[in-house]
């Protein structure tokens, strides 16, 4: 099998279709009733926190961030982290997890969550929410709610329901 020349780099406003076409590849026609895309609808992501993996002029991946409160506390949501299913197990989710974690630590935030596998997530510091602590808007396996401090303490700050920050916020 050849090496991928893969170009990780920062989502442009163009990418949008490209990268809705791939959620649904990925994710089908059900991802709009998770709780975790519900809670991103009408916050926009950041798009200097949001990234694509491209092979040549093929998007292959995207990572988007997308800014919360996590009761008082500003917090990230990560996610969709999503993979061409063709492109899978080739370190594409690897490297756009560490290019968005790094350029969130770089501007200064503290803690991002997400609804996900721990056993993937864990390898990048991911850890369970301490039940009671935070809340998300809806229904959601507690053992799949996870956290990264980007800074130490950040997640005891945040209590309460986990909520979108208004795209003019």
């Known amino acids: 099998m050849t090496e991928l020349s893969l170009l990780i780099r920062s989502e442009q406003p163009t990418d949008s279709e490209a990268i809705e076409r791939l959620h649904e590849r990925a994710f089908g026609p ?3 009733a998770r709780t975790a895309s519900r809670l ?10 949001s990234f694509t993996a491209m092979v040549g002029t093929l ?3 995207s990572v ?5 409160m996590a ?12 993979v061409e299913p ?7 989710g690897a490297a756009l997890m560490g290019r968005s974690l790094e350029a969130a630590k770089a501007k200064g935030h503290t803690l991002v969550l997400l609804v996900g596998d721990e056993p993937y997530y864990s390898r990048f ?14 229904p959601v396996n507690p053992a799949r709610f996870l956290a990264l401090e980007l800074q130490e303490g950040a997640l005891a700050h ?5 909520t979108p920050l208004p795209k003019d916020a």
């Not at 988007?64 to 919360?68: A, D, F, G, K, S």
């Not at 945040?158 to 986990?162: D, F, L, N």
Request: without cysteine; charged residues 20%; positive net charge.
């Open 30 to 32: 059900g991802r709009f």
């Open 40 to 49: 991103r609808e009408g916050a926009g992501h950041l798009l200097d926190l």
């Open 59 to 61: 998007l292959v991946g």
């Open 64 to 68: 988007r961030l997308t800014p919360v």
């Open 71 to 82: 009761g008082d506390e500003p917090a990230l949501m990560l996610g969709p982290l999503t």
């Open 86 to 92: 063709a492109f899978e197990n080739r370190g594409i």
């Open 125 to 138: 510091g991911f850890k369970r929410v301490p039940p009671q602590s935070l809340q998300l808007p809806g």
């Open 158 to 162: 945040a209590k309460g329901i986990v």
